[in-house]
């Protein structure tokens, strides 16, 4: 019984180091794309804001209706 032991411990360990790794890449995915999402929300939020300023200074009107 103890090849079986050991063939089992094996591949038991061999598994948990498939879940470890794969843990790991999900999480680096999910910081990756959060940041991501993150990046283009704020550019595009950005390029609204500078729009809207840019047509307030322009037309020297505030503006009455954000379209988000």
Known sequence: WWANYLSVS???????LIL????AINLLAT????EYCSLT???NY?????SAASETLSAFTPVTEFQF
């Open 10 to 16: 094996i591949v038991f360990r061999r598994t948990k």
């Open 41 to 43: 929300l704020r550019l």
């Open 20 to 23: 470890y790794a794969f843990s």
């Open 46 to 50: 950005r390029t609204r804001f500078l």
């Open 31 to 34: 910081l990756f794309w959060w």
